[in-house]
């Protein structure tokens, strides 16, 4: 899984301002310069140590799924295999039974019959909960990251704006092209590593 980041509502408005910003002629003099949000994310210790969090997290998921589907699925099989040896009972012996004991044999059939249906029926209800229990703590997990990355994120940018003495910094994502010149992303990174 990827970790997609959202601005925060600080970086947002920050970013929002500069769109509409640009929309409209900068005042004479107005510095800006832009940064790869992504780049920053995939570069920087801590957007690197969330990715690897959710990345641990979501495995670690994966394998109890896998664990738990893999039992529900012996125990399926199991059954499966009862019912298999009872219908191959009553074949091999429906001429020498007693008509009690292919009539009781029959029963039981039946009643496995069921018995495997409902375990199936269960087995696939525990897998879509068990599935969504672990997709829920991976977003947990990764929201939970994005905030710690937002919060870290504000401070650099803004000591980038100050150093660089820009009035505004733009995501790439919103631009069509840019000087490279103008490009912020590295110095961002350097600052969120420096903390």
Do not use: C, H
């Not at 012996?93 to 292919?102: D, I």
């Amino acid at each position: 899984m990827r970790f997609v980041i959202r601005v925060a509502t600080a970086v947002s408005l920050f970013v929002a301002a500069a769109g509409a910003a640009a929309a409209q002629q900068f005042p004479p003099g107005t510095k800006y310069g832009y940064i790869n949000l992504q780049r920053v994310l995939a570069e920087s210790d801590v957007g690197r140590t969330a990715s690897t969090s959710v990345q641990e997290l979501t495995d670690t998921k994966l394998a109890e799924i896998q664990s738990r589907q893999t039992a529900l699925q012996s125990q399926i099989d199991s059954s499966n295999q009862q019912l298999l040896d009872l219908q191959q009972r009553l074949e091999q012996g429906q001429n020498v039974m007693s008509a009690q004991a292919r009539l009781s044999l029959q029963r039981e059939i039946s009643r496995l019959q069921l018995e495997l249906q409902r375990q199936t029926q269960d087995a696939q209800a525990e897998m879509e909960r068990v599935t969504q229990d672990a997709d829920a703590e991976v977003a947990e997990l990764r929201q939970e990251l994005q905030l710690q990355f937002e919060q870290q994120l504000a401070p650099a940018l803004d000591e980038v704006a100050e150093e660089r003495q820009v009035d505004l910094i733009f995501n790439i994502e919103g631009l069509i092209w840019g000087l490279p010149a103008l490009d912020l992303t590295q110095s961002v990174v350097q600052k969120l590593n420096g903390r």
